[in-house]
């Protein structure tokens, strides 16, 4: 990597940083001005060195030293703080709440691929969009598994941080990001000429830092964090920055995103390639893959470049879950261009899952919130891509039988995605002759109602509607994120309450005593008002949410919106019947029937209104009403159907593409068809929409450019 110093400029900041070492006294303003800039200088270049090169050239006391000889000269003349201080990295100042912003380009996913056949189609690809003539080089650098943080400077300083959130707009967390010593609080892009930037990056934990945290958790009788991915993500999103120092978070950076004149005219164009502007980074002091990055002269170089990383990934000081493979060439990048999910040209090579063998010790059976039984493999402790893992859904009876899976098998794990763990198979070859088959329970384990299979499904399902252990998984699904998100509101506390006898219906949720609440060991007051808040807060929810949070079988995230977009109160879907509730977009006869079963029943409104009268919203709001159809649209009261293989975007994006400029989409040639949109391979329906004779057959430029027009 390219030194940010020259070799004498090094030289000269650990003279300096000696003879501050011998300073004693507090000197008048104008010599302390002079002595705070120096300590600003040489404090960020032992920064530099100790987290971004990881070659310290001064001891932790020393560098401690410098840092407490600067506060206390801030602390003598506080006119001298300045925001790029060091010691400003960790303000006192935190919010209640992160706020949410706009990044200044969407920060997108990335394609994946899994081996090197992967990687030549994507090659061939990289050629039809380019037209170029092969090979073409790529920079390859590894997938870290982090917290994606997007970083903005403004004349040559740090004005904000978020995390990546929806792609479009994130969470800001400034704060946090400016307590990070390897994120420059200052940095010469002007030399550039750049007035405003947004950088790429990822925030992570070292893993010898990782075990150290969790060891030092446990002695502190914390809760251990489960692995080096959580531990950064969560750290970034916590109020206090002073979690990020404890847990010692680096960035990396690995993209210049947007980077404008203060004319606001775009000058990425002095970077000819990734691999430069990464460089330029690296000089001005942020913490770049080195080592692990390449420029690869082809396809093939980089795909062995990326086996290498999967072999030696365990002995790396981060955790990684791939390489990305970025066409290098910037000019060749905007020929790509990008879809609505991913750039076309980067693809992530994502290594293979890691698996292990362990032994199935047991089964245990939990009871969801609408009476499903789910089947829990306890498993000897194995760790799997650093993480432990000792229970496993094993999801129904079918998956059992499927597998011929026995209690004291050998069996192999894998963590599907890096993700979630997942039983492969039994290593039946293994067996002694000592395993047992499993047998699935006849009788619900919390109420023994006898289990019930229904025709067509896979699941068994206890019917007590008022069975314990529904109820519970029923009252913790709706204070859930997901539903009425009523923070801070978990497992422990509805398990609580509801053995003091407190909560035992969705009402109770809203009439909680909190003066008894704050008596409680381990709550006090304070926890007390925190939830009272957080309840209050909730009932001005949605009315979807709400929908959602009834445990209504089949009734989703997704369902609940479509509901709550068609009536004015969410009683009022009292008044509709299965077949009206069937004729809304997207809504199956399964959901419709439990929908319009749980509207007719008499406690259910009941409940409603019992929640409505403790102040729960049952109106919908303005953000869920339905969007008014386009009149005026470029293909106004058209019908358009497409086929074959698009370059540009995904068929379904164009479809959306269509629908919002006033057409709707069919599912086959007809005579009602207006418009068929061919791709690539189009089949057997453009044959028939030329035999019809009526259609007007566009290719997806000509779509473009009609959408163009509108």
């Given at each position: 990597?390219?030194?940010?110093?020259?070799?004498?400029?090094?030289?000269?900041?650990?003279?300096?940083?000696?003879?501050?070492?011998?300073?004693?006294?507090?000197?008048?303003?104008?010599?302390?001005?002079?002595?705070?800039?120096?300590?600003?200088?040489?404090?960020?270049?032992?920064?530099?060195?100790?987290?971004?090169?990881?070659?310290?050239?001064?001891?932790?006391?020393?560098?401690?030293?410098?840092?407490?000889?600067?506060?206390?000269?801030?602390?003598?003349?506080?006119?001298?703080?300045?925001?790029?201080?060091?010691?400003?990295?960790?303000?006192?100042?935190?919010?209640?709440?992160?706020?949410?912003?706009?990044?200044?380009?969407?920060?997108?996913?990335?394609?994946?691929?899994?081996?090197?056949?992967?990687?030549?189609?994507?090659?061939?690809?990289?050629?039809?969009?380019?037209?170029?003539?092969?090979?073409?080089?790529?920079?390859?650098?590894?997938?870290?598994?982090?917290?994606?943080?997007?970083?903005?400077?403004?004349?040559?300083?740090?004005?904000?941080?978020?995390?990546?959130?929806?792609?479009?707009?994130?969470?800001?967390?400034?704060?946090?990001?400016?307590?990070?010593?390897?994120?420059?609080?200052?940095?010469?892009?002007?030399?550039?000429?750049?007035?405003?930037?947004?950088?790429?990056?990822?925030?992570?934990?070292?893993?010898?830092?990782?075990?150290?945290?969790?060891?030092?958790?446990?002695?502190?009788?914390?809760?251990?964090?489960?692995?080096?991915?959580?531990?950064?993500?969560?750290?970034?999103?916590?109020?206090?920055?002073?979690?990020?120092?404890?847990?010692?978070?680096?960035?990396?950076?690995?993209q210049l995103g947007y980077a404008v004149d203060k004319n606001g005219e775009n000058v990425l164009d002095q970077f000819p390639t990734h691999d430069e502007g990464i460089e330029a980074l690296a000089n001005l002091g942020f913490k770049v893959p080195t080592i692990e990055r390449k420029v690869c002269a082809t396809i093939e170089e980089a795909a062995a470049f990326c086996d290498h990383w999967q072999q030696v990934r365990d002995d790396y000081a981060y955790e990684i879950d791939g390489m990305v493979v970025k066409v290098n060439r910037i000019d060749l990048q905007d020929m790509c261009g990008y879809t609505s999910h991913h750039p076309r040209w980067a693809i992530a090579y994502k290594f293979k899952a890691k698996q292990a063998t362990t032994k199935l010790l047991n089964v245990e059976y939990q009871v969801g919130k609408i009476g499903q039984i789910t089947p829990v493999a306890k498993l000897k402790p194995v760790s799997l891509a650093g993480v432990t893992v000792s229970s496993v859904s094993l999801h129904n009876e079918d998956f059992i039988t499927q597998r011929d899976l026995r209690l004291g098998d050998t069996v192999l794990v894998e963590r599907a995605g890096d993700v979630i763990p997942y039983i492969v198979k039994a290593m039946d070859e293994l067996r002694d002759g000592t395993e047992l088959p499993i047998v699935y329970p006849a009788a619900c384990p919390s109420c023994s109602s006898a289990l019930v299979r229904i025709e067509g499904e896979s699941v068994w399902k206890c019917e007590n509607y008022n069975c314990k252990a529904q109820i519970l998984r029923r009252l913790e699904h709706?204070?859930?994120?997901?539903?009425?998100?009523?923070d801070g509101f978990g497992e422990k506390y509805?398990?609580?309450?509801?053995?003091?006898?407190?909560?035992?219906?969705?009402?109770?949720?809203?009439?909680?005593?909190?003066?008894?609440?704050?008596?409680?060991?381990?709550?006090?007051?304070?926890?007390?008002?925190?939830?009272?808040?957080?309840?209050?807060?909730?009932?001005?929810?949605?009315?979807?949410?709400?929908?959602?949070?009834?445990?209504?079988?089949?009734?989703?995230?997704?369902?609940?919106?479509?509901f709550a977009a068609e009536v004015e109160d969410i009683r009022d879907l009292k008044d509709w019947s299965v077949e009206q509730l069937m004729e809304l977009k997207d809504i199956g006869p399964k959901a419709a029937e439990h929908t319009a079963a749980f509207f007719a029943d008499p406690e259910n409104i009941k409940t409603l209104d019992e929640l409505a009268a403790l102040g729960v919203n049952m109106k919908r709001l303005d953000s869920e009403r339905k969007q008014a159809p386009v009149l005026d649209g470029a293909l106004s009261g058209k019908t358009i159907l497409f086929t074959g293989s698009f370059q540009t975007m995904k068929r379904n994006d164009a479809k959306a593409l269509a629908v919002a400029a006033g057409a709707k989409a069919l599912s086959a040639v007809s005579s009602n068809l207006n418009i068929l949109v061919v791709g690539e391979k189009a089949g057997s329906k453009l044959k028939k929409a030329q035999a019809l004779g009526t259609v007007d057959i566009l290719t997806e430029e000509e779509f473009l450019k009609v959408l163009e027009n509108n």
């Open positions: 990597m390219a030194a940010q110093y020259s070799t004498q400029k090094q030289r000269e900041l650990y003279d300096l940083s000696k003879e501050i070492l011998t300073h004693k006294s507090i000197p008048d303003k104008p010599e302390a001005e002079t002595e705070v800039n120096q300590l600003h200088e040489v404090i960020v270049y032992h920064e530099w060195r100790y987290y971004v090169l990881n070659e310290p050239v001064m001891s932790d006391f020393e560098y401690d030293h410098l840092y407490k000889r600067l506060e206390a000269l801030e602390k003598a003349y506080p006119t001298l703080i300045s925001e790029s201080s060091p010691t400003q990295r960790v303000s006192s100042d935190l919010s209640s709440d992160f706020e949410t912003v706009a990044h200044l380009i969407p920060m997108l996913s990335l394609d994946n691929s899994y081996n090197a056949e992967d990687l030549g189609d994507f090659d061939q690809q990289i050629q039809k969009l380019t037209k170029a003539t092969p090979p073409f080089e790529y920079c390859v650098e590894p997938k870290y598994d982090g917290g994606s943080i997007a970083l903005v400077y403004e004349n040559d300083r740090l004005v904000r941080a978020a995390t990546r959130g929806n792609g479009t707009t994130g969470e800001e967390i400034t704060r946090n990001a400016k307590a990070m010593k390897t994120i420059p609080l200052k940095a010469a892009f002007s030399k550039f000429g750049i007035h405003k930037v947004e950088l790429r990056g990822e925030v992570l934990i070292r893993v010898d830092r990782f075990k150290k945290v969790n060891e030092q958790r446990e002695k502190n009788g914390k809760s251990i964090l489960a692995n080096p991915r959580n531990a950064a993500t969560g750290a970034l999103r916590v109020k206090n920055p002073q979690e990020v120092v404890d847990r010692s978070l680096e960035a990396f950076i690995y709706h204070v859930s994120k997901n539903a009425m998100d009523i509805v398990v609580r309450f509801n053995e003091l006898g407190w909560l035992t219906r969705i009402p109770d949720v809203y009439k909680l005593d909190y003066e008894a609440i704050a008596n409680l060991e381990g709550f006090g007051k304070r926890s007390a008002d925190k939830l009272k808040k957080a309840i209050d807060k909730a009932k001005g929810n949605p009315i979807s949410r709400l929908l959602y949070g009834f445990s209504i079988h089949l009734v989703g995230k997704t369902v609940g919106k479509i």
